[in-house]
């Protein structure tokens, strides 16, 4: 096969994973103008459309679904070579992608692979922060971080935090004002802060469990926000009940401007796993990630 066309495939597969020839040309590091002409001229020698173009989004073709199927896993392949070859270098070398939500992001993964990154500067992490349950094989990414609860049974998962746990909080001044809930129910005559989910678009059904009880609670209120550190806020400044992850809140509870709420109810659950694909044979790079992330409880 001749280079043009090679050259070709492989901006034809990015374009495809990325539905756009701006996050391609980015991640290929070229211009859109120069991606779009590489592809063009694929299509001219094949002489069939491969990708269609809307004023949104770029899909591809059944013609071009086709193709894909074939050069993505020979492009894997290559790309699982070309890392296995970097592994003989004297340095540790290789790109690693994860997909993450925010929370794990700020709270895990940042602090862990800034360390990383020192001890191996041949090695570039991209991390991208997203609530929504990512496919990460369909999406070319090395791995992604979930709850262990939401991790698929063929993935390998290893954990990389602590035990969680969501609590409900307000300010001493509201609970004064309007009562402290007893139970979930109470809740409903609560003014309390929603949750808008980034990857449904509803809102958040509050979760409580006390000895084997399971309550969902739908929540009413003023505010609806998207982040934790908004929800916080929101809290502090007396705008009701709040339901977030305690990590946020812990230190206005020991400084007074906060009190938990059902702390009864709210028991741990299980914290954040690093997942990737079983059948894929990891590169040095990931696996030195891996290690730098693995949760090792300290027995306390």
């Known amino acids: 096969m001749r280079r043009q066309n090679l050259a070709g495939l492989e901006a034809f597969a990015v374009v495809a994973a990325e539905e756009s020839f701006t996050r391609a040309a980015a991640r290929l590091g070229v211009s859109p103008s120069a991606l779009s002409h590489t592809i063009r001229k694929l299509e001219e020698r094949l002489g069939i459309r491969l990708l269609a173009r809307t004023t949104r989004r770029v899909a591809t073709t ?57 001890d191996y500067p041949d090695i570039q992490v991209e991390i991208n922060a997203e609530s929504g349950l990512t496919d990460i094989v369909a999406e070319r990414y090395d791995a992604g971080v979930r709850l262990g609860e939401q991790v698929a049974k063929d993935m390998i998962a290893v954990r990389i935090g602590p035990p969680l746990r969501m609590v409900a909080v307000a300010t001493p001044s509201y609970l004064e004002t309007h009562g402290t809930p007893r139970t979930p129910h109470d809740l409903t005559r609560h003014k309390c802060i929603n949750l808008r989910m980034w990857s449904s678009g509803g809102l958040y059904a509050w979760e409580f469990e006390k000895g084997g009880q399971a309550v969902n609670v ?26 977030l992850m305690e990590d946020y809140v812990i230190q206005s509870v020991r400084q007074g401007e906060l009190q938990y709420v059902l702390d009864d109810w709210c028991p741990p659950f299980d914290g954040y796993h690093l997942y990737y694909p079983s059948r894929r044979q990891p590169t040095t790079a990931f696996s030195l990630l891996v290690e730098a992330l693995r949760h090792r409880s300290t027995g306390i």
């Not at 070309?82 to 700020?106: E, F, K, Y």
């Open 62 to 118: 059944e013609a071009g679904e086709r193709l894909l199927d074939t050069v993505r896993p020979a492009i894997d392949t290559i790309d699982r070579q070309l890392a296995d070859l970097s592994d003989l270098r004297d340095r540790p070398s290789g790109n690693i992608r994860i997909t993450a939500s925010d929370h794990a992001v700020r709270t895990l993964l940042w602090p862990a692979i800034d360390k990383f990154l020192g």
């Open 218 to 243: 739908r929540v009413e209120g003023q505010v609806i926000l998207n982040n934790g550190p908004l929800l916080l806020e929101a809290a502090l400044a007396g705008h009701g009940i709040a339901f």
